[in-house]
Nanobody, 118 residues
Framework: VQLQASGGGLVQAGGSLRLSCTASGSILSINRMGWYRQAPGKEREMVATITRAGSTNYAGSVKGRFTISRDNAKNTIWLQMNSLTPEDTDVYFC?????????????WGQGTLVTVSS
């Protein structure tokens, strides 16, 4: 499975960005897809995930501001990020987990940098 992420960039605090991630390859094996983020020197943390059936999960710090969505026909997920703050500045990674995987999958896309200026 290959994951292609896009959509990062520079935005002012209070602004919005939308990330996208498209999967290719053995996609029928994939259930949960999601976004993680990582700052230098810190552990990668879950931002939001969504299952093939549409069940979502969010980190507390983004709940109410970020929305994850998915189109199974297009093998694509999106992360709509609103009301961004400088604390959201990170490299964001797309992840895909196979059916039977408890949470984080073994497939990662390349990171996309999100920078929020104050």
């Amino acid at each position: 499975v290959q994951l292609q992420a896009s959509g990062g960039g520079l935005v002012q605090a209070g602004g919005s960005l939308r990330l996208s991630c498209t999967a290719s390859g053995s996609i029928l094996s994939i259930n949960r897809m999601g976004w993680y983020r990582q700052a230098p020197g810190k552990e990668r943390e879950m931002v939001a995930t969504i299952t093939r059936a549409g069940s979502t999960n969010y980190a507390g710090s983004v709940k109410g501001r970020f929305t994850i969505s998915r189109d199974n026909a297009k093998n694509t997920i999106w992360l709509q990020m609103n009301s961004l703050t400088p604390e959201d500045t990170d490299v964001y990674f797309c992840n895909a987990a196979e059916f039977g995987t408890s949470w984080t999958g073994r497939y990662w896309g390349q990171g996309t940098l999100v920078t929020v200026s104050s």
